[in-house]
């Protein structure tokens, strides 16, 4: 997958973009992604990116030109793909989300500051506006990479076996069961019996119910659409009140 990033701090990318698994991807030619500076498009005389807002108010709005010129740039001669900007006033990026946008063949990112982006860019270089969530962060640079990095992992070939994207949180829309490696006592704290053994049935049956008491506890209204048997319904309704109550810990 080609993703190009239009932003007005390329550098912010550079860490995470040679982290360990979307550096591999990338020397696997997996993904191929391109920053491009916006700055380098503006036609005013000090190579501005914004101004102030028509009508008055706080801070800055990027200007239209560089954006959309930018834009086209990237695009070149037959672009096929997502021109997406990262807002706050954008939708929901979920994990169904970044499963239809890892079908694409080509994203196009663009990064806003400051108040955002004039909106007649937006109007005429924008196929959709994405959000990472109900927060706001001093520039859409973060919210790209995390666009990279989740549409990037459900990439084939990128995680390795032993990195499987597919038995994961939200997969079958509940969270996932805990997880324990050596050694099987810690400080006291044992690994649960069940886990040491070696019976696959018993394992799977409790890390099942270990996920309907997890997403019960922290994200009670993912129980409403997941994909649940009758048998896992009566689980939930039994589960003690005490069961979903916050965890408490020795400090
Ligand atoms: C547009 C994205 C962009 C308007 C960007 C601020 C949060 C998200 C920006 C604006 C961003 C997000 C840049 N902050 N929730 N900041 O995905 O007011």
Redesign the pocket.
Known sequence: MKIKVLTIFPEMFSSVLSSSILGRARENGLIDVELIDIRAYSARKHKNTDDEPYGGGA?MVMLAQPIIDAMRAAMGEGFSGRRI??????ST?TQSAVRRLAKENELILL???????DQRAIDSVIDEE???????????E??AM?VIDSVSRMLPGVLGSSESAEEESFSDGLLEYPQYTRPAEYEGMKVPEVLLNGNHAEIKAWRRRESLTATLRARPELLEKAALTKKEREFIGKLSEKECEPKTNQY
Request: hydrophobic letters at 35%.
């Open positions: 801070g900007y990262m807002s706050p006033r954008g990026l990064c806003g500051h400051y108040e955002g982006v994405l959000s990472i969530g109900d927060y706001i962060l001093t520039g859409g973060l919210a995390v």
